[in-house]
Every structure is written in C-alpha cells, then in structure tokens.
C-alpha cells in the first residue's frame, strides 16, 4: 500500500464512459491521424485477462477451474488442449469530446498487444500480436466507412524448426507484448508466455513477403517474459555503428534484464531468399540482469535521457511500485534505483506525455507519464531531476472510475497543455473519457 501520510490530487471526473463488447487489452492512438484510436479486445471463452494482472483470487479460481477441467478430461478421455480465446479491434475517433465508434474488426485470436510504427511514413501501420503467436499488420486509411484493413498475418510458431523448439514444455505459447525499433521500421522485439524474446525482421516494404523470425531468443525468462522495449543506444563506444541498440525485456521472474546487440547486413543474405533474414544480430556483451523488483516486471520505458555514461529507463511493475533506474549500457557497472514510488496499483503500462529539459539552469528536467495501474486505475505522474541531481516521482492526476484491471490507457495532449485521455478496464468492459490540465 502508498504511504497514507502522502497527499494525493483529488479524482478527475469521466467525460464520458461506454461499455464495451469484450474485455479491451491494449489501446493507442494513430501518430498521424491523432484524432483515431484502435483498442485490441481479449476474450477467453469463459474466463481470464492478461496473465501477469491476476490478482491472487483470480489466480486461485483459474487454478480450481483448471484442476475441474483436468478431473473432467481425465472422465471423459478427452486430451487438454490450448483454451479457446478470441479478440476484436476496435476504432474509435475522439470528435469534439465524444467517443465515437467507428469500425469493429473480429480477430480469430484474442489481441494481447498493438502499435503504430513509429517511423516517418509509416505511421498509418499497425500491428498486433496475439493469444496463438500471431502478429498482424494493419493500415488506418481516416475518413474511409471502414478505416481500418488487414494487410497481413504470420504464424509465427510455423516459422520454428519444430514445435519442440518453439513449446519447450509449455501447451501452448502466447505473445504477450512487442515492440518496433524506433528507428528501423522493419524490426519488431515480441515477448512469450514461454519466457523468450524474439526479434522479427519484416522486410523493406512491411508486406509479409519476406518476414523471418531469428531463430535463437534474444533474452530469455525463467518464467513468462512480460514486456520489451528497445532503445538506440546513447552511448556507443568509440567506432561503433549507430546499427547498436538496447534490448530490455521484463518477466514474471520479477527479472529485468537488458542486451546491447548491433545489426549489421549479412555477407550471405541473397536479395531473393525471403526464408532468411539478410541481417545478423550481434550481442555486444552478455545479457545482465537488474534486481530490485518485488514481483514480475511488466512495463519498461526508456527515457532518452543519459546519466554520466549510464541510460535512465523508468520501470513498472505488479508488486504497485513505478522505478527510476540508471542502466549502465556498455559499462559494466551494475545498475542503481534512483527513484521509487508506490503507484497503489500494478504497474502495467507508460507512457511519457511531456518532457520539460533545461530546468534549474540547465541541470534539471521533468517528464510527465500516464500510468495505466491495474485495479488501481489510471494515474499522471511527474518524474523530475533536482538541479542537486536528485529524482523523484510525484503522483499529480489520478482516475478511478475503473471497477477492474485497466491495463490500456492513452492520451493526447494540447497546445494549451490540456490532457484528453481515454482509459480501459477488463471485466467490467469499460471505455472511459477524461481531461487533466497540466499547463502550456
């Protein structure tokens, strides 16, 4: 629990809220049609969410069903098998202060995960992984009837040697998260419910001709791998390429672990072999792992920003603590906390709105971050650096109309520094409008 003695800002007030067909997972807005959003919707036919946010209950009457489940195969005959879940995307355009659906797209497999490429151009694509080891790319054409087309969707499990190598000792393995480089837009990172974290090169033209996955995870979990972010290295060292990167992956093992690897064409890639990838992933030194987490890691965000020659990545996690820490890239130093604060809630999605530099005669700055915190709902938080070197998290908007786990949240930000955000939660279905005024 947060310290009680803290003083918190009083709860913003909903614009507007609706319900929902199917429980939302993930939600974002379009970069270059800001006025469209797109939520992902998980449905497991007769019960769950995303694993990691199962409070301690939920997680005891799974294992009951589970052990129900078992007595009635072992009864009937019948042979376990991977349970049914099926999803939904949903676009949705924020006209004038009103939510106004526009468009549902059904999925065969519930959506864990979506995003728009990042890269100049390509910022009207999507893509979405999901609960059968999909990934699904998508185009948002604004101000068509039905906006949103599906361009294509991979298997990814079909491009693995054998289903040994791709299960290990699991049922059946789930994509639970993924990223785009920011930079490379042919390049994606996905996290499983296996614990591995693999990288996805999609090819020039991002049409699924020519998608391969390599072959080896890149990090890897002793349990499910939650999150992964990636990060153009600030600080390479002196020759190397800017093709450097860092890879940082969040699990249930409470782990966050990172690798600096570089890409680099490869001298045996033929221009016509769409079965292998034309570059190679190199690791520039071996994966480490960061401690001082209570409970699995499920949100990573790194800020951009360098400490001395380390990089500042922001963490969340399901143990209801957001933390600052100074990562060591290339280094080999060990990783330090600079910052905690108990958000009240699991951790399980950032997102920074507003970065202020050049504070306190340029030593200082402050970052402002929507928190999507679980059964705690949503929060705005301030993390800012003292001119003294000092950081701190301050907690300066809270909403809690949610009555479940709200997983995905994403906003918008005026001129006049007025915050629009639109907010989920999971059982109850809920899709919920509302403003926070943080200044010009």
């Given at each position: 629990?947060?310290?009680p003695s803290e003083k918190w800002p009083e709860p913003v007030s909903s614009l507007q809220s609706m319900q929902l067909d199917l429980p939302p997972s993930c939600i974002e807005f379009c970069p270059s049609a800001p006025s469209y959003f797109l ?45 049914n879940r099926n999803g939904s995307i949903l676009t949705f355009q924020l006209v004038a202060d009103q939510l106004v659906h526009v468009q549902t797209l059904m999925q065969p497999s519930a959506i864990l995960d979506l995003h728009f490429n990042p ?322």
């Amino acid at each position: 629990m947060r310290d009680p003695s803290e003083k918190w800002p009083e709860p913003v007030s909903s614009l507007q809220s609706m319900q929902l067909d199917l429980p939302p997972s993930c939600i974002e807005f379009c970069p270059s049609a800001p006025s469209y959003f797109l939520i992902g919707t998980y449905n497991l036919e007769g019960y769950e969410g995303p694993a990691a946010a199962q409070t301690a209950e939920a997680k005891e009457m799974e294992a009951q069903d589970e052990n129900i489940d078992k007595d009635e195969a072992a009864v009937t005959g019948e042979k376990e098998g991977p349970q049914n879940r099926n999803g939904s995307i949903l676009t949705f355009q924020l006209v004038a202060d009103q939510l106004v659906h526009v468009q549902t797209l059904m999925q065969p497999s519930a959506i864990l995960d979506l995003h728009f490429n990042p890269a100049l151009g390509k910022q009207d694509m999507c893509a979405a992984v999901s609960s059968t080891a999909t990934l699904a790319l998508f185009r948002l054409s604004p101000g068509e009837t039905e906006p949103l087309k599906h361009l294509k969707t991979m298997d990814m499990a079909s491009m693995c040697k054998t289903a040994e190598d791709w299960l290990c000792d699991k049922d059946e393995v789930i994509f639970t998260h993924f990223s785009w480089h920011p930079t490379k837009p042919d390049m994606v990172a996905v996290t499983t419910t296996a614990g591995y974290v693999h990288l996805i090169y999609l090819g020039r033209d991002l049409d699924g001709s020519d998608w391969v996955m390599h072959p080896e995870p890149i990090l890897t979990h002793t349990l499910e791998a939650w999150y992964v972010s990636i990060s153009p290295s600030l600080s390479p060292p002196e020759g190397e390429e800017n093709d450097s990167f860092l890879l940082l992956s969040g699990g249930d093992d409470s782990a966050l672990r990172y690798q600096v690897c570089k890409r680099t064409r490869s001298a045996h890639a033929m221009e016509d072999d769409e079965s292998e990838s034309p570059y190679t992933i190199e690791a520039l030194r071996p994966p480490v792992n960061v401690r001082g987490h209570g409970a699995g890691v499920t949100a990573i965000l790194p800020l951009g920003l360098k400490d001395g020659e380390s990089e500042l990545v922001v963490t969340g996690s399901y143990d209801d603590h957001i933390r600052l820490f100074s990562i060591p890239a290339y280094g080999f130093g060990r990783a330090v906390e600079l910052a905690e604060r108990n958000l009240g809630g699991g951790v399980w999605r950032l997102k920074i709105v507003k970065k202020e530099m050049g504070l306190l005669d340029g030593q200082g700055w402050r970052l402002t971050m929507l928190v999507s915190c679980m059964h705690a709902g949503t929060r705005v938080v301030e993390l800012s650096k003292s001119g003294a070197g000092e950081c701190e998290f301050l907690v300066i908007g809270r909403f809690e109309e949610h009555k479940s786990m709200n997983y995905g949240s994403d906003c918008q930000l005026s001129a006049e520094g007025t915050l629009a955000v639109v907010s989920t939660s999971f059982y109850d279905k809920l899709l919920c409008l509302w403003k926070l005024e943080l200044g010009a």
